[in-house]
């Protein structure tokens, strides 16, 4: 088993900025891949970023350049830094352990999910 604690969600204003965090334990190891998601309700979840052991990472097209996965290999914890904020990345995100990362930048979610931080961004 794997588990998976999120935190570091809220409220922020548009153009502010947050930084989430999973902490990882369990049946996992530094060597795994790990990645986040979002959702909001009525939409299915969606790939928001995804790194690898080696640090390759993937993101969906709308976060380009504002938000930044990285990794903490000896914690096994996973951040995500999230820069000039939109109200349109309100959503909860999910940590997501074990993902398949394809070298095109395809990924396909792992079976481990946190439960999941509410991130609102409103004025």
């Known amino acids: 088993q794997v588990q998976l604690v999120e935190s570091g969600g809220g409220l922020v204003q548009p153009g502010g900025s947050l930084r989430l965090s999973c902490a990882a334990s369990?049946?996992?190891?530094?060597?795994?891949?790990m990645g986040w998601y979002r959702q909001v309700p009525g939409k299915q979840r969606e790939l928001v970023a995804a790194i690898s052991i080696r640090g390759s990472t993937a993101y969906v097209d709308s976060v380009k350049g504002r938000f930044t996965i990285s990794r903490d290999n000896g914690k096994i914890t996973v951040y995500l830094q999230m820069n000039s904020l939109k109200p349109e990345d309100t959503a909860v995100y999910y940590c997501?352990?074990?993902?398949?990362?394809?070298?095109?930048?395809?990924?396909?979610?792992?079976?481990?999910w946190g439960q999941g931080t509410q991130v609102t961004v409103s004025s």
């Open positions: 997501n352990a074990k993902p398949v990362i394809w070298t095109t930048g395809r990924v396909m979610a792992g079976p481990y």
């Open positions: 369990g049946s996992i190891f530094s060597g795994d891949n």
